[in-house]
Nanobody, 126 residues
Framework: QVQLEESGGGLVQAGGSLRLSCEAS????????MGWFRQSPGKEREFVAS????????DYSDSVKGRFTISRDNDKNTVYLQMNSLKPEDTAVYYC???????????????????WGQGTQVTVSS
């Protein structure tokens, strides 16, 4: 059974930075693309970033492009989300996700992810 555990959320002022981590267990991590999503109250869960299984390809939503960076360490079974220049509108619960299938490239659609972490709260104050 795949398990994902996020950490690194918290309260930060606008313009600040946070780094989220997601440690995976239960299968060979390096074979699978990974993604980050977020959900704020009253809104649907939205795509934030995805990274291919090698780490060579990444994709971002337009709202975070240029400010967030997704990366992975396959030796540590961990995917990261470095968030810089944070804005109040980035406030949300952030989720790490993994697919059941070993897709070659990045995955932007939430429907293609099968495993989700419990989420970590990020709050950006103005």
């Amino acid at each position: 059974q795949v398990q994902l555990e996020e950490s690194g959320g918290g309260l930060v002022q606008a313009g600040g930075s946070l780094r989220l981590s997601c440690e995976a267990s239960g299968r060979t991590f390096r074979r699978y693309a990974m993604g980050w999503f977020r959900q704020s109250p009253g809104k649907e869960r939205e795509f934030v970033a995805s990274i291919s299984f090698t780490g060579g390809s990444t994709d971002y939503s337009d709202s975070v492009k240029g400010r967030f960076t997704i990366s992975r360490d396959n030796d540590k079974n961990t995917v990261y989300l470095q968030m810089n220049s944070l804005k109040p509108e980035d406030t949300a619960v952030y989720y790490c996700a993994a697919p059941e299938k070993a897709f070659t490239l990045t995955i932007m659609s939430s429907t293609l992810y099968d495993y989700w972490g419990q989420g970590t709260q990020v709050t950006v104050s103005s």
